[in-house]
């Protein structure tokens, strides 16, 4: 059974940094893509960051580009959002992603974690 979970989220002032990490288990992992989405109160889901699973690709929403960075830990299984610089409007529950295809509306994405909130306090 695959599983997600994310850690890391959590309230910061305008400005700060935070990381999220998830870790995964349950499947072979090479060929997949891991991913990040989003959701504020509110709001529509939304596509943050994916990346495959040798690293050799990465791929940002564009008001994240320059501030956030996805990356993996083969050896853990995780994959990490370095998210820096955050907005007030990066308030949102974040979710972690696997597909074995890059998927930024997220309706094809079969593996969900459970999400983590990071509030952005201005």
């Known amino acids: 059974q695959v599983q997600l979970v994310e850690s890391g989220g959590g309230l910061v002032q305008a400005g700060g940094s935070l990381r999220l990490s998830c870790a995964a288990s349950?499947?072979?992992?090479?060929?997949?893509?891991m991913g990040w989405f989003r959701q504020a109160p509110g709001k529509e889901r939304e596509f943050v960051a994916a990346?495959?699973?040798?690293?050799?690709?990465?791929y940002y929403r564009d008001s994240v580009k320059g501030r956030f960075t996805i990356s993996t830990d083969n050896a853990k299984n995780t994959v990490y959002l370095q998210m820096n610089s955050l907005k007030p409007e990066d308030t949102a529950v974040y979710y972690c992603?696997?597909?074995?295809?890059?998927?930024?509306?997220?309706?094809?994405?079969?593996?969900w974690g459970k999400g983590t909130l990071v509030t952005v306090s201005s």
């Open positions: 349950g499947l072979s992992f090479s060929r997949y893509y």
């Open positions: 992603t696997l597909d074995r295809n890059l998927d930024r509306s997220g309706g094809g994405i079969n593996y």
């Open positions: 990346i495959n699973w040798s690293g050799s690709g990465t």
